[in-house]
């Protein structure tokens, strides 16, 4: 089994944030996931909702601010009384940089909202002499995969989806399909092994639950607490 630090440490730090990723990597985590946005500006940040409602109190979208407006925000904080701030892509690479195995990438594109962040992300990761081999894209919009797919033939895709379509993922020439827990099945899983592709659900943050899975084929799971798994 793969355990992906899902957001970072997320149970003892603000999800999606430097500290949550740092005290990932120090509980052990060398597999992490993350969302990524594009700004006004063309900077990547990392957040998982389009808007800041949930994790800052302000209903403002992340695509309408800059990386210099965005730090002006502080994120709720239940943790300490820290101020934390949403965090870009390149600060966050770094911490998750050594003895990195895999960075899932999901892209946060719904309906096209953030044009040319498929190029954008290809270049911060380039910029930032992040192996190829050590990311793995996802999205929840097909179109997104798509055009990745043709910008860069050799990436390593997976196909996150609410509804498992073999002719999707054949498609994209993915490697793995991301799945909710509530949707996995032990003939899900046997359909994409057959094809050798691998599935990873989330979000499990259960040892037993975890346990399960494996035995019914899943490939590896995506948690809150990562500590638990290591």
């Keep these: 089994m793969i355990y992906f630090s899902h957001r970072g440490a997320n149970t003892f730090r603000v999800q999606n944030t430097v500290d949550a990723f740092a005290l ?28 800041l409602l949930s994790t800052a109190g302000k209903d403002i979208q992340l695509g309408c601010l800059t990386a210099q407006e965005l730090k002006q925000i502080p994120l709720k904080n239940p943790f300490s009384q820290e101020q934390i701030f949403v965090p870009l892509l390149e600060e966050v690479l770094p911490v998750v940089a050594p003895q990195l195995e895999t960075l899932n990438i999901e892209i946060k594109n719904d309906n096209n909202l953030y044009p040319g962040i498929e190029k954008v992300l290809l270049k911060t990761l380039e910029k930032y002499s992040v192996s190829a081999a050590h990311i793995l894209f996802s999205s929840f919009d097909y179109d997104t995969l798509l055009r990745l797919r043709t910008l860069a033939p050799k990436a390593r895709i997976g196909l996150l989806t609410r509804a498992f379509d073999p002719a999707l993922v054949r498609a994209l020439n993915a490697e793995s399909v991301h799945i909710n827990q509530t949707r996995f099945t032990s003939q899900l899983a046997r359909e994409c092994h057959e094809n050798k592709w691998r599935v990873y659900v989330y979000t499990v943050n259960d040892t037993a639950q975890a346990a399960q899975l494996a035995q019914n084929g899943a490939d590896g799971i995506f948690t809150d607490c990562i500590s638990a798994f290591l």
């Design 24 to 51: 990932a990597h120090a509980q052990g985590a060398r597999n992490f996931e993350l969302d990524v946005h594009l700004l006004k500006d063309g900077n990547l940040a990392v957040h998982h909702d389009f808007s």
